[in-house]
């Protein structure tokens, strides 16, 4: 027996290495060759905590040490062991919204006016001042500064027009930044590009089978400003006095500016995709169809220098949440957290809380057309009668 296998083994190894041989050349024709290198910031295919049969990206983590052709040592912290080996094919360059968006600020050669604040009238200049800051806030504020700055989103500015800045809370508890362009808009011409309507979009994307949507990472951001149109958006901050290199939030004519670019940029994709402001979707019937759109809108976003932010995309869907609906497989309506909203919401019972149900109410009308049939009264929260009697009723 030992004679037979010794004179079978020769021919058993021989067959196994074409087996091997085989599998790789299988594996291989649809990989791609990838590398790092110590200090690159990578994505981590690890088991999800709650079910390890499920597996998802974290990140960012920084690779350490290439131990092998394929193995490469990544430091995890906060994990139980911060030092782990990984295969490539659990790795993915990492590409952080703070590098992308430094790199788009710094990179941009073809700056656009936003807003048209160059129509204001001749020798008018908005000079306002700062808001008085609590001394609780001002760290927060130079947090907010220091990104801004690391990013290229602001700069240094020595422009003698000012508008003041305010802290808005989250409902997280953190503070937003905000700038008060008020006056500064009272003085820029208007910019009356279109807005697409909310319901001819849900009705094209209600007959898609696959639908695949893209979130662009801090849109306003990404949109450059003229050298003229940067000292208009200048502000002052306890540390000093800075202005945007970028669209900046809180112009009335930003909207109108991001939207129209967006329109040009996607004019020729427009018989399967759509943009409303920073948030695009891609429709198709068919899976092959699909694919080939999707790489072409990307290829035009790439092409643009507009990033999307990873976490907000949604590809190849049967339904997709979208403006605030859930679209596809031929239906439309509300998402379930926004029905929950709304039935939960408490008895409007100031003028401020019926503008507020006005608006909802256009909203769903989308669905309902049976929301628009209250009395004209109703549309003029100023009566206080008519308000009470056509929205919250009769009042006791």
């Given at each position: 027996?030992?004679?037979?296998?010794?004179?079978?083994?020769?021919?058993?190894?021989?067959?196994?290495?074409?087996?091997?041989?085989?599998?790789?050349?299988?594996?291989?024709?649809?990989?791609?060759?990838?590398?790092?290198?110590?200090?690159?910031?990578?994505?981590?295919?690890?088991?999800?905590?709650?079910?390890?049969?499920?597996?998802?990206?974290?990140?960012?983590?920084?690779?350490?040490?290439?131990?092998?052709?394929?193995?490469?040592?990544?430091?995890?912290?906060?994990?139980?062991?911060?030092?782990?080996?990984?295969?490539?094919?659990?790795?993915?360059?990492?590409?952080?919204?703070?590098?992308?968006?430094?790199?788009?600020?710094?990179?941009?050669?073809?700056?656009?006016?936003?807003?048209?604040?160059?129509?204001?009238?001749?020798?008018?200049?908005?000079?306002?001042?700062?808001?008085?800051?609590?001394?609780?806030?001002?760290?927060?504020?130079?947090?907010?500064?220091?990104?801004?700055?690391k990013?290229?989103?602001?700069?240094?500015?020595?422009s003698?027009?000012?508008?003041p800045?305010?802290?808005?809370?989250?409902?997280?508890?953190?503070?937003?930044?905000?700038?008060?362009?008020?006056?500064?808009?009272?003085?820029?011409?208007?910019?009356?590009?279109?807005?697409?309507?909310?319901?001819?979009?849900?009705?094209?994307?209600?007959?898609?089978?696959?639908?695949?949507?893209?979130?662009?990472?801090?849109?306003?951001?990404?949109?450059?400003?003229?050298?003229?149109?940067?000292?208009?958006?200048?502000?002052?901050?306890?540390?000093?006095?800075?202005q945007?290199?970028?669209?900046?939030?809180?112009?009335?004519?930003?909207?109108?500016?991001?939207?129209?670019?967006?329109?040009?940029?996607?004019?020729?994709?427009?018989?399967?995709?759509?943009?409303?402001l920073?948030?695009?979707?891609v429709?198709?019937?068919?899976?092959?169809?699909?694919?080939?759109?999707?790489?072409?809108?990307?290829?035009?976003?790439?092409?643009?220098?507009?990033?999307?932010?990873?976490?907000?995309?949604?590809?190849?869907?049967?339904?997709?949440?979208?403006?605030?609906?859930?679209?596809?497989?031929?239906?439309?309506?509300?998402?379930?957290?926004?029905?929950?909203?709304?039935?939960?919401?408490?008895?409007?019972?100031?003028?401020?809380?019926?503008?507020?149900f006005?608006?909802?109410?256009?909203?769903?009308?989308?669905?309902?057309?049976?929301?628009?049939?209250?009395?004209?009264?109703?549309?003029?929260?100023?009566?206080e009668?008519?308000?009470?009697?056509?929205?919250?009723?009769?009042?006791?």
């Amino acid at each position: 027996m030992r004679e037979r296998i010794d004179r079978v083994m020769p021919l058993v190894r021989e067959h196994m290495v074409k087996a091997q041989q085989a599998q790789q050349r299988h594996y291989n024709r649809a990989a791609q060759p990838r590398e790092f290198q110590p200090g690159d910031h990578v994505m981590v295919l690890v088991p999800n905590t709650a079910c390890k049969f499920l597996a998802s990206w974290q990140s960012p983590y920084t690779v350490t040490e290439k131990v092998g052709p394929v193995t490469y040592q990544v430091r995890q912290p906060g994990r139980r062991r911060q030092d782990q080996l990984y295969h490539i094919n659990l790795l993915k360059k990492w590409h952080g919204t703070r590098t992308q968006l430094s790199a788009l600020a710094t990179a941009r050669a073809d700056p656009c006016a936003p807003a048209r604040t160059s129509g204001q009238p001749p020798g008018v200049i908005v000079r306002q001042q700062p808001y008085r800051v609590p001394e609780a806030r001002r760290q927060a504020i130079e947090e907010e500064v220091q990104e801004m700055l690391k990013l290229g989103v602001i700069e240094p500015s020595r422009s003698p027009w000012s508008s003041p800045i305010v802290m808005v809370p989250k409902p997280d508890g953190t503070l937003r930044f905000c700038n008060d362009f008020r006056r500064l808009n009272e003085v820029s011409e208007f910019d009356g590009y279109p807005m697409p309507r909310v319901d001819e979009l849900l009705d094209r994307l209600g007959r898609a089978r696959y639908i695949s949507t893209l979130d662009l990472t801090k849109g306003y951001w990404q949109v450059p400003l003229t050298k003229d149109a940067r000292a208009k958006t200048a502000f002052s901050t306890p540390s000093g006095h800075w202005q945007y290199r970028t669209l900046p939030f809180g112009l009335h004519g930003a909207p109108a500016t991001f939207q129209r670019l967006m329109d040009v940029l996607l004019r020729p994709h427009q018989a399967y995709a759509a943009a409303y402001l920073d948030d695009v979707v891609v429709h198709s019937e068919r899976w092959e169809d699909h694919l080939d759109r999707l790489r072409r809108v990307l290829m035009e976003l790439r092409r643009a220098g507009l990033t999307a932010n990873p976490r907000k995309c949604h590809l190849a869907l049967s339904e997709a949440k979208y403006l605030g609906f859930q679209v596809g497989r031929g239906l439309i309506k509300p998402q379930e957290k926004k029905v929950a909203a709304i039935l939960s919401a408490p008895r409007p019972t100031s003028k401020t809380q019926v503008r507020a149900f006005l608006g909802l109410r256009r909203v769903l009308s989308l669905l309902h057309p049976q929301l628009l049939l209250f009395s004209s009264s109703s549309d003029r929260p100023d009566q206080e009668g008519a308000a009470g009697e056509g929205v919250l009723g009769p009042s006791r």
